[in-house]
Structure formats: structure tokens, C-alpha cells
């Protein structure tokens, strides 16, 4: 073995040196990642199409070779924990990182920050937004910090939202802000607006996007620009998408064949960009304005046709567009000279709220000093004075009324090539899991020339010519996106709701869900036989189930209503004793037929335990039918004795001489025992008489009990004859005659002499 050791070592560094570098080494990761969410269940209200269009925008990134990651109705741990993970795969990749990351639902602003706001946030004022929602700068930061070639970040959250409901209010829609170097930001809307609630399947926004991206050779920005333009249309000038850009080199989702022409948008979109807007006729013009989307080109349409029907709509733009970049100005320079600017130049703004908070932060002046000048920034003019009708609104609206008619089809290279597969495009079948994102029931129909990044094995962003189109366009479509790592989502709590057949629908809660009339089963049935210590006569708890407090419909007479039977002894009665604090039960019991479950207990009637002490919960209401809950709580005084009570006769007991008439037959009364458990005395208790007897221990005699009468009994037998009788009293001599004593006879004493 050692002899041979050398040769097998030389061996195996040949076949090392042969094996070719791309075995020996590990595939690298993919460096296209993507991180998508769609929160749609909120508390109050739950929105229509996030989760779809998550679904969408995941299932499109997906055919494009990312990496995808996605959840659906995440909180706010559950969002830290999934931004953190992206964060540490964009980290591990290296330069050549392509990041992708779209979240669906509500967004609101707050002192120039915008936060993506999760399922389960409670938020009741305006201070509890950056507690309880998750702030978007400082992930936007963290990952432009990440070496790579692109990081998108698209923000499908300006909608209407109910908070705060105390504080001081909030400014409508998302903040404009400032991408990083290498950073692409776009909203569903411009800074300041919403977009309005749509019934779905899909969002007219994320719908368009994800068609737009489906163009092979397209670079990002005109792909967004190409969604503004016709969502805009579309929602008939209400909706306006922003985006802005950063990005160094050309960035496309799907890369385009070299054998392939461009498609037709790339030119028609860079002749609008080079053209001045006056160069356009009036119906094209106000396209063209909306594909640069800059303060500079909405000027100049005004200028150029002041009187056409868009004029009002761009004038709302303008001014929506000013006010914000004088807001992100101060907050750019956070010191009270730059918002006492702003509360100059929009002393009604959207803003003011945000303002004075930064001020109390900064321990300056809500209002600036009286010789206070704002300051000019050379490259933001002051707004025009007919700006302020709408700069005065707390979020800015473009459609109504007031603005005219609808605006007109944009040119027809301004639009993204559609067929009929994307018009009629399916709605996702419902999650398989919680927290999992939908899958679609079809594969994303690419357009015809458009390559993926990961055909052929190739990752650098180039196709190889005359590559397959990606099996994802023609086979069936990927499966739904895997979770975060380390996201662990719980059920979200959802208003309840109820289905056709009575039913809760999936994800409301049944503790919400009103029950119907309950059909009688082994959960609800009474216990049979003698119930066990402690028990509690009622139905059983059943986990998750409210408790029943529907009436139940009237009871057939049964056992737990028996009375005595035989005659009743006198001064016996029906009702129950008055117990302080209840009040009598004064309602006739109906004639229950007799049965097991709650005979009275048999034994002396005196024992403890055979007159059953009945809790409020359980006493007899003034209507005939009682109200019986699942779930009563466990009453002490209801707890019977370990051994079980015998059942109880009308008849006396055993002993003869034990006469119950002074004591009144045994009554169901509503005050509680004395003690907590009624336990079976071994002594029988004491006979209650008209009279109490001085002690309890009392025993009948034989003899029959002395009556009562008014006056007492003559005793002859007690005779007072201390001394024996005095002798008849003899006849006195007459008064002044002395008495001569009798003597000499016989039987006498002799005479004196």
C-alpha cells in the first residue's frame, strides 16, 4: 500500500490537471436578482389587483432570467426580513449585480420619505408612519451602496389611504425624490397624485409595464416612458406614472436578437425627445410633454398652445411638478431658512404639515421672521399665481370637469407592440399557500425577436445570435416565485366577509364570521350520566368557535326542569328565594318530561348537594327560551361533589319519627351556596321550624311535640306542701272571757292546780 502510494498520487494530479476549469469551479449565482411583494389585505380595506400584478411582474422577471423572489401580504418584520436578505444576494454577486425590485400596495410620505406601508401597520397619526411602516430610502441606499451595473426600483404604491385619523394630516401620493448614482425610481403616479382603486384583475399600471418590458431591445427608461404616455390615455388623463434615472449604460429586461431589427418605439421615442414641442401639432404635442415629463417640457407646451384642451391638464402637472421639487429642495437642505422658503412660496401647500415638524425638530419658528426673504433657486422658478388653485389641494388630481376632454391617442410608435394574447391575458389562479405569490395560467407571450439574458447559458446581458426564443414563451409557465429567506408570513387578518353559500371567504377570520343557528352534535351535546368533578353543565368549548349566544328555539321539556314528584309539604313552594342582587324567578315552569341527565339527587333532604344552586348565567329569563353558550365560564358554585349525588325523592326517609311538615320542601334557588362545592355532608341537615331550635343537633322524641298554646299547661303533679297541714282552726272564746285550756280528759294533759 505505501509502495503504491506515489503512483496514485501522480495519478490524481493528472486527471486534476485535465479536468477542465468550468467543471473544477462552481457555477456562478445569477446576477439578475429580483424582489417582488404585493400587500393587498389591509385591515380596514382590501385592495383589488397588488397581488396580481406582483404575480405579473414576478412571472414576466421570471421569463427575462431573474432570480425572482416574492411574497404577498407581508408585515412589517416580514418586509425588514425579505429587504435584508435581497440586500446580502446583491452583496455576494459583485459588479456585474442587476437588481429588480416592484412592490404593490399602499405608500404614504412623510417629511420627504417615502414608506411602503405592510399589512398589519397601525397607524393613527401621522408620528406612527416611520414606527410602523418600513422607509424606502434607506433601502434604496443600501443597495445602490452594492457594486453592480443597475438597480430598479419601482414603487406601485399612490393610492388613497384612510390614515391618520389623529395629528396633523399627511401630504397625498409619494414624495419626489433623488435616485442614487446607478438607481432607476419610478411610482405608478406623479409625485403628489393617486391613482384611483381599480376592480382588476390587473392595475392598468403594472399591466402596462410589465407589456413594455416584454420588447426586446428596449431600454428601461423609454419602456417606462412608453407606460406613461398610455396609462395616461387609458385612465382618460387621471393617472400620470413618474419615473427617473441614474443609470450609466443601457439597461434592457429583454435583450434584443443582433439578426432582429430594433423595435419602432426606440426611434420614435428619441425623435420626440430631440424635437422642441411647438414642433408638434397640438393632439401629438401634448404626448410628446408627457415622454420627457420635465418641468422645462410642460412649460413650454403651455407656451406654445395656451388655449388647447390639454392646456388645464398640463397647467395641474406643472404646478403638481413645481411644488414638489420645491419641497424636495428644503428637505435637501433641512434648515428652517429652506422651509420658511416653502412655507412662503405655498403657505396652503400639501407640504406645511411636514414643514413645521422639521422646524420643531430644528427648535426654529413654525413662521418665518417678518424680514424673512425666500430664497431664489436659480434653476426652480417661483409658481406662476395661477398655480396655487391647485397647489392649495392636499393631493393634486388631473382628470374631471374641469380639464377638458379626455387626451387624444399619443402616435402609434408610442405605444407597446400588443397582440392578442397580452389583450386577453387570464388572472392568476388563487395562492396555493400563505404568504406565496399567485402563478399565472400562462406563460408571458414575449415579443417576437426579444431574448432572454440566460439562453444559451449566457448572464452578461448580450444574446447570442440566432438564439431560441426562451421556453418560458412557449411551454407552460414557471411556477410561482419561492419566499424570501428567513420569511416566515403569518395568515393576514382581513375585514370578514361571506361567500354566496354562507361560507367565510378564505382569509377572513371565523371569530368574525356571524354562525347560523347551530345543528345539535357531539360538541354540543349535554354530559351523560353523573357529570365529573368540576364539570360544568353546558356544551363543550370548541377551539377557534365564539361562543353561541343565538337563541335557541324552544326547549322540550326534559329533565333539567323535573319537579319533585309526590305531594308537596307544607309551605313548600315553587318560586325561588330572593337572593340580594337577582331578581326572583317569577316565570311558571313549564312541565318538563323527567329524565337522567339532571334528576334531583336522592338522599335525606337535608344532604348537601340535593338542592343544585343555579348561577345568574343560568337562571330562568322572563322569555320561555333560555339562552345556552358553548363556552360558559366555570362556575364555582356549580362544581359538584367527587362522589356522585344520589338522586332525590319526594318521599321522607327512612325513619319514622322524622315528620317533615315544619320543614319546607326543598326549592330551586337562584342565590349561590354558601360554600364554593357542594359536598354530601355525612350529617343531615337541620329541620327549619316555625321556631328556630336553639341547636341544630335537635332530636325528635317518641313522644308527640308539646303544641303551643297561649296559656300554659296546669302541672297537678306539682303540689307546694313544704310542712304538713295546720290543724282545722278551732272556735276563739268570746272576747274578755279567758280561754280555759282544755285538760283532764283523756287524751289530755292534766289540770293545773
Request: charged share 20%; net charge neutral.
Amino acid at each position: 500500500m505505501l509502495a503504491r502510494s506515489p503512483l496514485a498520487f501522480c495519478v490524481a494530479a493528472l486527471l486534476l490537471s485535465a479536468t477542465p476549469p468550468a467543471l473544477a469551479q462552481s457555477n456562478p449565482p445569477n446576477p439578475r436578482i429580483a424582489l417582488v411583494i404585493g400587500e393587498s389585505t389591509y385591515g380596514d380595506k382590501a385592495l383589488a389587483t397588488p397581488v396580481n400584478d406582483a404575480a405579473l411582474i414576478a412571472q414576466t422577471l421570471q421569463a427575462a432570467g431573474f432570480d425572482v423572489v416574492g411574497a404577498r401580504d407581508l408585515d412589517e418584520k416580514s418586509i425588514r426580513t425579505a429587504m435584508r436578505d435581497f440586500l446580502n444576494k446583491a452583496a455576494a454577486i459583485g459588479p456585474d449585480m442587476q437588481a429588480f425590485v416592484y412592490l404593490a400596495g399602499r405608500g404614504v410620505q412623510y417629511e420627504g420619505d417615502n414608506f411602503f406601508v405592510p399589512v398589519d401597520a397601525q397607524i393613527a397619526r401621522d408620528s406612527d408612519v416611520p414606527i410602523e411602516a418600513v422607509r424606502l430610502a434607506d433601502f434604496a441606499h443600501a443597495l445602490a451602496s452594492e457594486p453592480g451595473r443597475a438597480r430598479i426600483l419601482v414603487l406601485d404604491a399612490a393610492r388613497q389611504t384612510p390614515y391618520p385619523g389623529q395629528g396633523q394630516p399627511l401630504a397625498g401620493g409619494l414624495a419626489l425624490v433623488d435616485p442614487d448614482p446607478g438607481e432607476l425610481i419610478a411610482f405608478n403616479a406623479a409625485p403628489g397624485s393617486i391613482a384611483g382603486d381599480e376592480a382588476g384583475p390587473y392595475g392598468v399600471y403594472a399591466k402596462t409595464l410589465a407589456g413594455a418590458m416584454r420588447e426586446g431591445g428596449l431600454p428601461v427608461e423609454d419602456a417606462l416612458a412608453q407606460t406613461r404616455v398610455q396609462v395616461n390615455q387609458l385612465t382618460g388623463g387621471a393617472q400620470l406614472p413618474w419615473s427617473a434615472s441614474k443609470l450609466t449604460e443601457p439597461y434592457y429586461v429583454f435583450e434584443r436578437a443582433a439578426d432582429a431589427p430594433p423595435p419602432p418605439a426606440v426611434a420614435a421615442l428619441a425623435d420626440a425627445a430631440a424635437k422642441p414641442i411647438r414642433a408638434f401639432p397640438a393632439d401629438q404635442a401634448y404626448a410628446a410633454a408627457l415622454q420627457r415629463d420635465t418641468l422645462a417640457g410642460y412649460q413650454e407646451f403651455v407656451a406654445a398652445y395656451p388655449n388647447s384642451p390639454e392646456a388645464r391638464r398640463v397647467r395641474a402637472i406643472l404646478a403638481a411638478r413645481r411644488e414638489a421639487l420645491f419641497w424636495r429642495r428644503a428637505v435637501a437642505q433641512d434648515t428652517p431658512p429652506a422651509y420658511w422658503t416653502y412655507l412662503r412660496r405655498y403657505p396652503r401647500g400639501p407640504h406645511v404639515a411636514d414643514a413645521e415638524r422639521r422646524l420643531a425638530v430644528l427648535s426654529a419658528a413654525a413662521q418665518p421672521p417678518g424680514d424673512f426673504a425666500p430664497e431664489d433657486y436659480a434653476d426652480l422658478p417661483p409658481p406662476q399665481q395661477d398655480e396655487y388653485v391647485y397647489a392649495d389641494q392636499p393631493v393634486y388630481v388631473f382628470n374631471g370637469p374641469d380639464y377638458g376632454p379626455p387626451p387624444p391617442p399619443p402616435p402609434p410608435d408610442f405605444y407597446p407592440v400588443e397582440d392578442d394574447d397580452w389583450r386577453s391575458l387570464p388572472p392568476p389562479a388563487p395562492p396555493v399557500a400563505v404568504g406565496v405569490l399567485p402563478a399565472l395560467a400562462v406563460a408571458i407571450p414575449l415579443i417576437i425577436g426579444a431574448r432572454a439574458y440566460h439562453d444559451a447559458g449566457r448572464r452578461e446581458g448580450r444574446a447570442p445570435r440566432g438564439a431560441p426564443t426562451p421556453a418560458q414563451a412557449q411551454n407552460a409557465p414557471p411556477p410561482p416565485p419561492p419566499l424570501p429567506g428567513g420569511v416566515k408570513p403569518l395568515a393576514p387578518v382581513s375585514p370578514p366577509t361571506l361567500t354566496p353559500t354562507g361560507k367565510p371567504a378564505p382569509g377572513a377570520t371565523p371569530l368574525q364570521t356571524p354562525l347560523a343557528a347551530p345543528t345539535p352534535g357531539p360538541e354540543n351535546a349535554l354530559p351523560k350520566g353523573p357529570p365529573s368533578p368540576g364539570a360544568t353543565i353546558g356544551s363543550k368549548p370548541t377551539p377557534g368557535v365564539a361562543p353561541l349566544k343565538t337563541p335557541l328555539a324552544s326547549p322540550t321539556a326534559g329533565p333539567e326542569h323535573a319537579l319533585p314528584k309526590g305531594p308537596p309539604s307544607p309551605g313548600a313552594t315553587i318560586e325561588s328565594k330572593p337572593t340580594p342582587g337577582v331578581a326572583p324567578l317569577k316565570t311558571p315552569l313549564a312541565s318538563p318530561t323527567p329524565g337522567p341527565e339532571h334528576a334531583l339527587p336522592k338522599g335525606p333532604p337535608g344532604a348537601a348537594g340535593s338542592t343544585p344552586k343555579a348561577t345568574p348565567e343560568l337562571k330562568l329569563a322572563p322569555k320561555p327560551t333560555p339562552t345556552i353558550e358553548s363556552n360558559p365560564k366555570p362556575a364555582p358554585e356549580l362544581k359538584l361533589a367527587p362522589k356522585p349525588a344520589p338522586t332525590m325523592e319526594s318521599r321522607p326517609a327512612p325513619k319514622p319519627e322524622l315528620k317533615l311538615a315544619p320543614k319546607p320542601a326543598p326549592t330551586i334557588e337562584s342565590r349561590p351556596a354558601p360554600k364554593p362545592e357542594l359536598k354530601v355532608e355525612p350529617k343531615p341537615a337541620p329541620i327549619i321550624e316555625p321556631k328556630p331550635a336553639p341547636k341544630p343537633e335537635l332530636k325528635v322524641e317518641p313522644k308527640p311535640a308539646p303544641t303551643i298554646e297561649s296559656r300554659p299547661a296546669p302541672k297537678p303533679e306539682l303540689k307546694l306542701e313544704p310542712k304538713p297541714a295546720p290543724p282545722p282552726a278551732q272556735a276563739r272564746p268570746a272576747p274578755g272571757k279567758p280561754e280555759k285550756p282544755a285538760c283532764g280528759k283523756p287524751g289530755e294533759p292534766a289540770c293545773p292546780k
